[in-house]
């Protein structure tokens, strides 16, 4: 019996050895991930293609979140999972309940009341897509620098700030929230990104400290955050009415880095 005692926050082998029942529950999940991630981008699709896609708007996010819920559970248990999904929901929550009433952190903005249910003047699906990407996010820094936690910090809060250069300007040109003071890039204040660079460092650490295992690879969450860089990226370019070359190539540079990193290195791994 190997008696070596582990370091504090050395890397650990990933997965451990499971028995036949969590195997089987982690496929389990495995499956429910896979398939909520095909349903996404179907919905995703369909809302590019239709006159008036706020109605999928819903659909799509609670499909983000069962994706990325059931990925994080066969990377870091279904308890960790959730633990670390309802704390990154809470601090959007939080930021965009203060953001709406102060300007601090993202700038002046007000939501026009389109996306429902509302609770304290936020919508509910805001706060589950921070929660819904933060995972994969985070996921795609710690396949880049497995060995750092301050790396992966960095790192998961520049991919979760990267896809805002694609959200922002989806859902203020479908109405769903409206700045104040209209800035340089699609009517978007270039400190709205500095704002959520800001929240993003805080979710990365919360991440980091509830999972059991926030250096372990994930190939879901990772495909989860490839899926909407290429979605997104596609959108602008060619499906949404009128194309944005400009927000296309700019998200897609961005999400895009991201992806080949993780990638390439998490293969390696």
């Not at 509910?124 to 992966?152: E, F, K, Y």
């Amino acid at each position: 019996m190997n008696s070596r005692r582990e370091e504090p926050g050395a890397l650990r082998v990933w997965p451990p050895p499971v028995g036949p029942v969590a195997t089987r529950a982690s496929r389990t999940m495995g499956a429910l991930g896979a398939v909520s991630l095909a349903a996404m981008v179907v919905a995703q699709v369909a809302s590019g293609l239709q006159p008036r896609p706020i109605a999928l708007t819903g659909v799509v996010v609670l499909l983000l979140v069962t994706s990325a819920l059931a990925f994080a559970s066969v990377t870091h248990s279904s308890a960790g999972a959730v633990v670390a999904f309802s704390a990154v929901v809470a601090i959007g929550y939080a930021a965009e309940w203060v953001g709406t009433r102060t300007g601090l952190p993202f700038g002046d903005y007000h939501y026009t009341g389109v996306l429902q249910p509302v609770l304290g003047g936020v919508p509910v699906i805001v706060a589950l897509a921070w929660g819904g990407m933060g995972l994969p996010a985070h996921a795609v820094a710690a396949a880049i620098a497995p060995g750092s936690r301050a790396a992966r910090v960095v790192l998961g809060a520049l991919a979760l700030t990267a896809w805002d250069v694609f959200l922002d300007p989806q859902m203020t040109r479908l109405g769903l929230w409206i700045w104040q003071a209209p800035g340089p890039y699609r009517g978007i204040p270039l400190g709205n990104f500095a704002g959520w660079l800001v929240v993003s460092l805080l979710v990365m650490v919360l991440i980091e400290r509830l999972v059991p295992e926030p250096a372990a690879w994930s190939a879901g969450l990772v495909s989860i955050y490839t899926a909407m860089a290429v979605m997104e990226t596609v959108g602008f370019a060619a499906v949404f009415d009128p194309p944005d070359p400009l927000v296309a190539v700019a998200g897609g540079t961005c999400m895009g880095l991201f992806v080949l990193l993780s990638w390439g290195r998490g293969c390696r791994r």
